[in-house]
């Protein structure tokens, strides 16, 4: 865990993502607490390490994403090295339930 993030407000926050109870809570806060980019800048960033972590070309990432190259090398990395908290929430979500095609 990054204690650079670890504070009260953080964990405030989580606390209220973890009493959303299904799909239209999450988009009903997600529109509130977020900007219509950020929203999507976070699905983009989820979208890319889904498809890396399906052995998706860089090409291929930014060709159905349209994230650069500098996002997917980003995302790249906190998969190589980071928390794991990616391959923690795939591990719960079946495979095709995260595919949006």
């Known amino acids: 865990m990054n204690k650079k993030i670890k504070n009260e407000s953080v964990d405030s ?6 009493a959303l109870e299904n799909k239209d809570e999450c988009y009903a806060f997600f529109e509130d607490l977020c900007t219509v980019n950020e929203l ?3 699905s983009q960033r989820y ?3 889904r498809m ?8 291929e990432i930014a060709e159905k ?6 996002t ?7 998969l190589n090295y980071g928390s794991d908290g ?11 339930a995260s595919d949006p095609s």
Request: net charge positive.
């Open 86 to 96: 990616y391959e923690l929430v795939f591990n719960r979500i079946p495979h095709d």
């Open 72 to 78: 997917i090398s980003r995302v790249n990395r906190s």
């Open 47 to 49: 979208e890319v390490a």
């Open 52 to 59: 890396l972590r399906d052995k998706k070309t860089y090409l």
């Open 13 to 18: 926050l989580f606390q209220a993502i973890l």
């Open 65 to 70: 994403t349209g994230a650069s190259t500098a």
């Open 40 to 42: 999507l800048s976070l």
